[in-house]
């Protein structure tokens, strides 16, 4: 394969690339302004919902840290910390 082929061949993919992520961008720009934080009585995960496009539901966890509250998605794994309501 010559230079310029190979060339030609690394610029197609890095376009495809780039346009793969320019539609994640609008996906999750989509995903977030929908973001809902409750869905009924429970808290949904933003990043599940923005990043994922799947629900996640966060539970609380035990926090030793006064005045946060602490919380994990059973779907991504992820914790979240956010201070109490004073």
């Not at 994640?24 to 934080?37: G, H, I, P, T, W």
């Not at 496009?53 to 910390?81: H, V």
Request: aromatic fraction near 8%; charged fraction near 30%; hydrophobic fraction near 35%.
């Amino acid at each position: 394969m010559s230079l310029e082929a190979e060339i030609a061949k690394v610029v197609e993919e890095i376009d495809r690339q780039m346009q793969s992520d320019a539609r994640f961008a609008a996906d999750v720009r989509s995903r977030r302004e929908s973001f809902e934080a409750t869905d009924g009585s429970n808290y949904q995960c933003p990043h599940c919902w923005i990043v994922r496009d799947q629900q996640g539901f966060i539970r609380p966890i035990a926090s030793d840290t006064k005045g946060i509250d602490r919380f994990r998605c059973g779907t991504c794994g992820l914790n979240f910390e956010v201070p109490s309501p004073s």
